[in-house]
C-alpha cells in the first residue's frame, strides 16, 4: 500500500514513518507538511491511502479531504487527529473518509486502521465509536457548539483577536484558529457580522 502522509509535526510524522516503514506491505512514499503540498505532490504520483492530520496551517484537514475526494475519489483516507468533538468527528466522516483516529490512540491502532481501510474497510479508534453511539442515546448533549467554542465565541463577540483568546484561555494560537474556523464552518458564516447575528439570533451568546 502507497501511503501519504500529512502531519505540520515533524517529530510526530517521522515517528509514524518510521513505524509504517517497518511494516510489511506499507511503503510511505511520501511525507508532507501542509495540505496544499499534499495536493501539489498528489497531481504527479499515485497513492493508496492518505493519512492526513486534521489540524494543518493554511488549508485544514477536512478541505483537504473535500479536494482529493473530488479529483482522486478512490483514494482511501484516514483522518489522525487531537480533535474528539461529535460535530466535527460527523461532518468530516460525512465526506466519505474511510477512517478515523486520534492521535492519543496507540500505534497498533494506526496499523490496525490502515491494514483495515487497505482491505475497504472502515476503522473508527475505539473512543471515537464510543462517542458516537453516545450521540445517538443522547443528541441533545451534543449542542451545535462545544463549550469551547462557546467560550472562543463570546470572545469574537468581544472583538478579541486570536492571540488575546489564547492568553485568556491559556490555549495556542492555532488551537484558537482551528476553534474559530469550526465555529463559522457550524454556524454556516463567513463574517463577523453574520456569525454575531447567528449567535444571538440562537442564543449561542
Not at 502531519?7 to 495540505?35: C, P, Q, R, W, Y
Not at 477512517?99 to 479508534?125: C, P
Not at 484558537?176 to 454556516?188: A, L, W
Request: net charge negative; proline share 1%; glycine share 4%.
Amino acid at each position: 500500500m502507497k501511503i501519504l502522509l500529512v502531519d505540520d509535526h515533524i517529530i510526530l510524522m517521522d515517528g509514524i514513518k518510521s513505524l509504517l516503514d517497518g511494516v510489511e506491505g506499507f511503503e510511505v512514499v511520501a511525507a508532507k507538511n501542509t495540505a496544499e503540498e499534499a495536493l501539489e505532490y498528489l497531481k504527479n504520483h499515485e497513492i493508496d491511502i492518505l493519512v492526513s492530520d486534521y489540524n494543518l496551517p493554511g488549508m485544514d484537514g477536512l478541505d483537504l479531504v473535500k479536494t482529493v475526494k473530488r479529483i482522486l475519489p478512490q483514494t482511501k483516507i484516514i483522518i489522525l487527529s487531537q480533535h474528539d468533538e461529535v460535530h466535527l468527528v460527523k461532518e468530516i466522516l460525512k465526506e466519505g473518509v474511510q477512517g478515523y483516529i486520534l492521535k492519543k490512540d496507540t500505534h497498533r491502532e494506526l496499523v490496525s486502521a490502515i491494514t483495515q481501510v487497505s482491505r475497504g474497510k472502515i476503522f473508527m479508534s475505539n473512543e471515537i465509536n464510543q462517542m458516537l453511539v453516545e450521540s445517538l442515546n443522547f443528541p441533545e448533549e451534543h449542542k451545535l457548539l462545544t463549550d469551547r467554542e462557546r467560550e472562543i465565541l463570546k470572545l469574537i463577540a468581544k472583538e478579541y483577536t486570536n492571540k488575546m483568546i489564547a492568553e485568556a484561555l491559556f490555549i495556542s494560537e492555532r488551537t484558537v484558529e482551528t476553534h474559530r474556523k469550526n465555529i463559522f464552518r457550524k454556524t454556516k458564516t463567513n463574517s463577523l457580522v453574520g456569525l454575531i447575528k447567528f449567535s444571538y439570533a440562537n442564543n449561542l451568546i
